[in-house]
């Protein structure tokens, strides 16, 4: 069991590696004591997204050292969510292409960590990038992969002001929309 000393210390050590690095952009953070139980209090988001960049696949990644610790005191993953997506600069839209969060297990559905509220963070800052871009529209798709988490989906989406728009509910087949006002 790794200690709060321990969790602070690889907390900086992370956040400086991300300050460091030109390509990637905190989008935001904060250092809490993390307690046992709690939604994740000690966490970085970031993002490679850049304006003027040339590329048109972005991500935004959420990184926590709570439950992420080895027994030698390093982190297990870079990051424990990352929200991947296309923008079209020209049509002011944003797709989301995966949500997904890490654990146990690595997984192209929807699965939120050890319910710490990690890839809520990730939607969270996905949408204020997509204001500050004056993107007009975010959409996206669930699929079959996440049939499974379908009823965590459809909440997490509409509370975030997404229309979920049901296709195949044995499936959990449905189309995500945001329009950004």
Do not use: C
Not at 42 to 53: A, R
């Amino acid at each position: 069991m790794s200690t709060q000393a321990d969790y602070d210390d690889i907390y900086t050590k992370r956040l400086a590696a991300i300050e460091k690095d030109p390509a990637l952009t905190i989008l935001s953070s904060m250092n809490q004591p993390q307690q046992a139980g709690e939604k994740a209090t000690q966490y970085i988001v970031y993002t490679d997204f850049k304006p003027d960049s040339r590329k048109s696949s972005f991500t935004v990644s959420v990184y926590t050292p709570f439950e992420n610790v080895d027994k030698y005191g390093h982190s297990k993953a870079d990051f424990q969510a990352q929200l991947l997506f296309d923008l079209n600069a020209w049509q002011k839209t944003m797709h989301i292409t995966v949500l997904e969060t890490l654990g146990s297990e690595s997984r192209l559905a929807f699965y939120d960590f050890e319910n710490m509220g990690l890839a809520q963070l990730a939607l969270k800052a996905f949408i204020n990038l997509a204001k500050k871009t004056e993107v007009a529209k975010i959409d996206g798709n669930i699929s079959s992969f996440d049939k499974e988490n379908f009823a965590k989906l459809d909440h997490i989406f509409t509370k975030f002001g997404f229309t979920v728009k049901v296709a195949d509910p044995a499936q959990g087949i449905a189309r995500i929309e945001k329009l950004m006002k």
